[in-house]
């Protein structure tokens, strides 16, 4: 019998129903304010088979909170055009179709639409009503203006409530940047061109400027030839840059400072102090595929000096960590506080269940452990009031090896070595996962 590949393997193997279920089991006491959504995304492949951990069909993973009860659960596949009618890469004109893919990235909310993403193609929406949560309403291409595809991390400014984003244009030598108001039109598409087609993740977002990551995981013709698996290669050659262009003047110039070769996946945040624009990045020292683990992902701070043209390079920890978070209100200001997941990835063993809390001003970190076997994701920030950067409680799926088991557990921010708060006991196994969000009632 052929042993499963490590990203089908273990709890990385692809739970088969949709379920619904009512009044979850609750250890602790769940915080009243807390009223609204919990939803994370990740590939979870209908036929159990994928050749790549990124390539699964999405699936959606929602605990619904309310009045201090964790009212229901529910988990679906997010249906798009490649689930219904099988993988297809062009349309009958014969065009890139961008329709096609698995929007199992990431999970957002904006003007009024919950959108599950994934980098390759358009966005997909799915149902925030009551009774119809997650069922997939269809393709969203802001009304026919999106002609590429859309990151799975678009940024909403807090004080203006556009959402900034990028995709890629024309043949992939062309990045495009664009921004959405706070009702959800889309306002400004602008192409940057490019050397070639990197596997940019990320970007970064301040009250002045936008910041692209043009890194040296390079789309290889001869991976695309073999199929299968990922397409882009590590080729140091390529260079490394930093791109930034002022939000004021938004077709205005792109100016790329280099910095050392390196790969980023996510970003922290970003922020303006004075002359320089300040980044906090979780940086690996390259890319080695199939495993993304190969290489040890840590906390750096770039500084990029606008006034000479350079950027300062830094590590700041050598703890291995991904899925960073800050409190989202806080978006392009300085955030003092920023969260990680210890974690592994598929082919590296999981190291001890942590959760991180950086204080990003001062460097020093605090620490949740899960205890043996327990296995956090992504840790999303719910706040507590209407003061950014005030009290909240991070909000993870963690995976309980031991019992074959998932639940939601939720975490006091400011008291991060404490027992959780609650947690929430859910009826079947989530898998291993990328991103999603708090999307509160208010």
Known sequence: MTASPAHLAGNYAPVSEELTA??????????????????????NPRDAASGHW???????????LESGRATAYRNRWVRTSTFTHGARYYDEQGRIDLTAGHANTHVVHHAGRTLALVESSLPYEVDGRPGHELETLGVHDFGGRLTTSMTAHPKTCPSTGELHFFGRGGSGHQLVYHRADRDGELTISRPIDVPGITMMH???????????MDLP?????????????????????????????????????????????????????????????????????????????????VLWRWTIDLARGTVAEEQLDDTRCEFPRIDDRLAGAPARYGHATVTGSPGIEPEPGTLLRYDLHSGAVRRHEFGPGRIPAEAAFAPADDRPGGAGWLLSYVYDAATDTSDLVILDADELSAPPVAVVHLPQRVPYGFHGNWIADR
Request: net charge neutral.
């Open 22 to 43: 009512h009044d979850l089991p609750v250890t602790g006491a769940i915080p009243p304010e807390l009223s609204g959504w919990y939803l994370r995304n990740g590939p």
């Open 217 to 297: 995981v390079v789309l290889d013709p001869e991976l695309v030839r073999r199929g299968g698996g990922l397409p882009y290669a590590w080729d140091p050659g390529y260079g490394a840059r930093l791109g930034v262009l002022r939000r004021d003047d938004p077709f205005g110039e792109v100016r790329w400072l280099p910095v050392d070769p390196c790969y980023v996946f996510h970003a922290f945040n970003a922020y303006d102090q004075g002359k320089t624009v300040v980044l906090h990045v979780v940086r690996y020292p390259h890319y080695a595929a199939p495993a993304l683990g190969r290489a040890v992902p």
């Open 54 to 64: 990124f390539f699964g069909d999405g699936m959606i993973h929602g605990v619904r």
């Open 202 to 212: 990320d970007f970064h977002l301040t009250s002045r400027h936008v910041v692209f």
